[in-house]
């Protein structure tokens, strides 16, 4: 079992930035995906950003060019820089991996909130 802990989340107004860490207990070195999602009340879970193995990156169009995905094999670990939040961007957000042979792995979460 892989466990993922989110870090990172708070509250902070329009306009400002939050790094969201997710931290993985086993190597993400050969991880096929390594993904942001989020879910706002009321509303589906969507993906926000991701990075393939091979070191693409990816990202739904609301965020592009105000959020950055990366991640540190060395430390098992994968970030979310958010710049130019937005109220609309207030949501839980999760980190999920996608591991060979292993599946897919969630976190449990960290509240995003976005004054106005």
């Known amino acids: 079992q892989v466990q993922l802990v989110e870090s990172g989340g708070g509250l902070v107004q329009a306009g400002g930035s939050l790094r969201l860490s997710c931290a993985a207990s086993?190597?993400?070195?050969?991880?096929?995906?390594m993904d942001w999602f989020r879910q706002a009340p009321g509303k589906q879970r969507e993906l926000v950003a991701g990075?393939?193995?091979?070191?693409?990156?990816y990202y739904a169009d609301y965020v592009k060019g105000r959020f950055t995905a990366s991640r540190d094999n060395a430390k098992n670990t994968v970030s979310l820089q958010m710049n130019g939040l937005k109220p609309e961007d207030t949501a839980v957000y999760y980190c999920?991996?996608?591991?060979?042979?292993?599946?897919?792995?969630w976190g449990q979460g960290t509240q995003v909130t976005v004054s106005s």
């Open positions: 990075l393939t193995s091979g070191g693409s990156t």
């Open positions: 999920s991996i996608d591991l060979p042979r292993r599946g897919r792995y």
């Open positions: 086993a190597s993400i070195f050969s991880a096929n995906h």
